[in-house]
C-alpha cells in the first residue's frame, strides 16, 4: 500500500506490507509443471513451490520461503505470479533493488499485471525513484485491480502526497474508503494512516525550516 514517511524506509516497508499480503493472496494457481533443473525434475511444480513459500512465510520463515520461490521461477521464467511472490518477499526484508527486478519480470510476463504494476510503484516510492512512472504503474494497475483498488488507491494517494497533490490524495482516499468493507479493519486503518499524512504534509513548516 500507500507510504507515509518517505524518509524511512523501514516505515515505508511496514506500511507497505498489506498491499503485498494481498498479491500475494490473488496469486494465480496454474503455472506450467515442473522443468529439468540442473539435470533433473524438480518434483514440485512451480505453484506447489509458492504454496511451500507461502506456508513458510506464515511460520515466519522467510529465508525458507524465498528459497521457494526462487525455485519456481527458476522451474517457469514466464511465471508472473512465481515471481510476485518472490519480489514480495524481497521488499518485505528491504531488498528493494531486487524486489523492483522481480517485480519488472513479473510484469514481462504478464503485462498490466495488477498486483506487479502497483508493488514496484511502492518499489519506487520505497527507493525515491520516477514518481512519473510510479503513478504510471499505479494507473495502469487500477485498469484491472478488482478486490486490489483501495490498496492501488492508496499506493496513487502516497505518490501525489509525495508530489504535493493533497487534495487529489484526499480524493483517492475518500474512494478508497467507500469500496472498503467496515469490517476489513487493516484496509481502513492503512487509510486512515495515510490521511493522517496529509495533514502532517499540510502543516506549516516552523519559521526556519523548509517544508
Given amino acids: 500500500m500507500g507510504i507515509i ?9 511496514g506500511l507497505a506490507l498489506g498491499a503485498l499480503a494481498l498479491a500475494s493472496a490473488v496469486l494465480l494457481a496454474a503455472c506450467s509443471h515442473g522443468q529439468r533443473l540442473g ?3 524438480d518434483a ?4 506447489e513451490h509458492v504454496r511451500l513459500g507461502s506456508s513458510y512465510e506464515a511460520q515466519g520463515l522467510r529465508a525458507e520461503a524465498a528459497a521457494q520461490y526462487r525455485a519456481a521461477v527458476r522451474s517457469d521464467p514466464g ?5 510476485l511472490a518472490l519480489g514480495n518477499t524481497e521488499f518485505s526484508e528491504g531488498r528493494f533493488k531486487k524486489a523492483g527486478a522481480a517485480f519488472r519480470k513479473a510484469l514481462k510476463a ?3 499485471h495488477p498486483g506487479a504494476a502497483n508493488n514496484l510503484a511502492m518499489v519506487l516510492l520505497a527507493r525515491g525513484g520516477d514518481l512519473r512512472e510510479a503513478e504510471a504503474l499505479a494507473q495502469d494497475a487500477l485498469k484491472n485491480a478488482g478486490a486490489l483498488r483501495p490498496y492501488v488507491l492508496d499506493t496513487l494517494a502516497a505518490i501525489y502526497i509525495r508530489e504535493g497533490r493533497l487534495a487529489e490524495a484526499a480524493a483517492l482516499l475518500d474512494l478508497a474508503e467507500a469500496e472498503t468493507p467496515e469490517a476489513d479493519r487493516l484496509v481502513r486503518d492503512q487509510l486512515r494512516k495515510t490521511r493522517e ?9 516552523p519559521e526556519g525550516i523548509a517544508k
Avoid: N, Q
Fill in 5 to 13: 514517511d518517505p524518509a524511512t524506509p523501514a516505515v515505508m516497508r
Fill in 39 to 41: 539435470g533433473y525434475r
Fill in 44 to 47: 514440485l511444480s512451480p505453484a
Fill in 79 to 83: 511465471c508472473a505470479e512465481c515471481w
Fill in 110 to 112: 504478464s503485462p498490466h
Fill in 197 to 205: 499524512s496529509i495533514t502532517a504534509a499540510d502543516k506549516p513548516a
